[in-house]
Every structure is written in C-alpha cells, then in structure tokens.
C-alpha cells in the first residue's frame, strides 16, 4: 500500500537528514548539559552542517532526554516512534483515508501536548502524532472520516506541545488496549519487546521515494 507523505509531497528523500539522538552514538551528551535549548542548538546545528529541509529519526533509540517528573519511575527512555523536526505551524497530512479514534491535550512537561490518534481501517492500526498546535484539535471530533492527503494538523510551539523543541512525534499502534488521547510514546528496556511488537516503525509514511 502506498502513503502519502505525512508532511506533504513538497518534501522528497534529499530534503530529509538524520537526527541522532542514542545515548551510544550522538555526540549530543558529549557536547550539551541535557535541557531544551541545548536540545534547540543541537538540532539547528544538525540542520545548518547537513542543508537538510527537516530532520528525523529516533525509531526505538536509546534516548536520555526524557528528564521531567512524567518519566519518573524506571527510565522509560526508548523511543517507539520516528520524530520529524521542523518549525512551529508546519502542516501535517493524511497518509491514507482514516477515521479519528481519539485527542487530548496531555499537558504534563515533556509529554505530547496536544495529541491526535487516528484508526488506519485498511492497516487495521492507529496512527498517533503528538506535539501538535491547539489549533489542530479544532473542530474534530471522534469518529470523524479523513481523507487521505487532507491538512490533519500542524506542529505546535513549546507552549502547547510539552514544552519541546518543534517537531512532531509519528508512532503506529497495533493494540491501543483501552487508551484514548495518549498511548506510551517511550518504554522501560524490560518492556521493549512488546512494545517493538505492537509499534511498527512508521517510517514509510513519512519518507517520499
């Protein structure tokens, strides 16, 4: 099955560059105390030395960004999703036709902010992007049917998307169990089997050929 691109057709493979954040290979630790302006400064730098459009990665990474009191507990510091890096505003898009399974606005620091899920029919998974603008829960409401290449939402500032650095959080769940409006975006390493099992990388909606 093909996707349309979540950030648009405007975008091919040469405007995508990677953004490293493992704790075994960025030198982002090396070189930064762990706080969101150096996290800002990092991903400009990344941007500025590879002439990249927009930056991703972090499919089942080893981070040690998640530093608020949302993460306390054992660390939950492996990431389930892929992150796009892009400016506030930036619009997201449909990849294929879905239906909204459920939103909230998860407000803890460092959490998804603003959050969308979506039910992909013929996929028979769920599609949640996070970190997104207020204004992307305008006028949804659950059970609505979206066509695929229609403007879903765009990618919100640090005031509404948790506190972060823009960009946007793309993670595909085969299982939502009982949750609606947020689902675990990061997992302790004891859990990550399972959860590589029930979130697929979603990197083919995201990338052009």
Not at 126 to 150: F, P, T, W, Y
Not at 163 to 178: S, T, Y
């Amino acid at each position: 099955m093909k996707f349309f691109p979540i950030m648009g057709d405007a975008y091919k493979v040469d405007d995508y560059a990677p953004l490293d954040l493992s704790v075994n290979s960025s030198n982002y630790y090396e070189e930064s105390k762990v706080n969101q302006l150096s996290l800002k400064a990092f991903v400009e730098n990344v941007k500025i030395e590879s002439k990249a459009k927009l930056l991703y990665g972090g499919y089942l990474e080893h981070r040690a960004i998640y530093t608020s009191e949302h993460f306390t507990g054992e660390s939950r510091d492996f990431h389930l999703g892929i992150d796009v890096w892009a400016a506030a505003g930036t619009p997201l898009y449909a990849p294929c036709d879905m239906v909204l399974h459920s939103m909230a606005y998860n407000a803890a620091e460092l959490d998804y902010g603003y959050t969308l899920i979506y039910h992909l029919q013929d996929l028979d998974c769920h599609l949640l992007l996070g970190h997104l603008s207020k204004s992307s829960l305008d006028g949804k409401i659950v059970g609505m049917k979206v066509k695929a290449q229609s403007q879903l939402a765009t990618l919100g500032d640090p005031s509404e998307n948790g506190g972060w650095e823009p960009h946007v959080h793309i993670q595909l769940i085969k299982d939502m169990g009982e949750m609606k409006g947020d689902y675990p975006g990061v997992c302790t390493q004891s859990d990550l089997d399972y959860y590589r099992s029930n979130c697929p990388n979603p990197i083919g909606l995201i990338l052009k050929e």
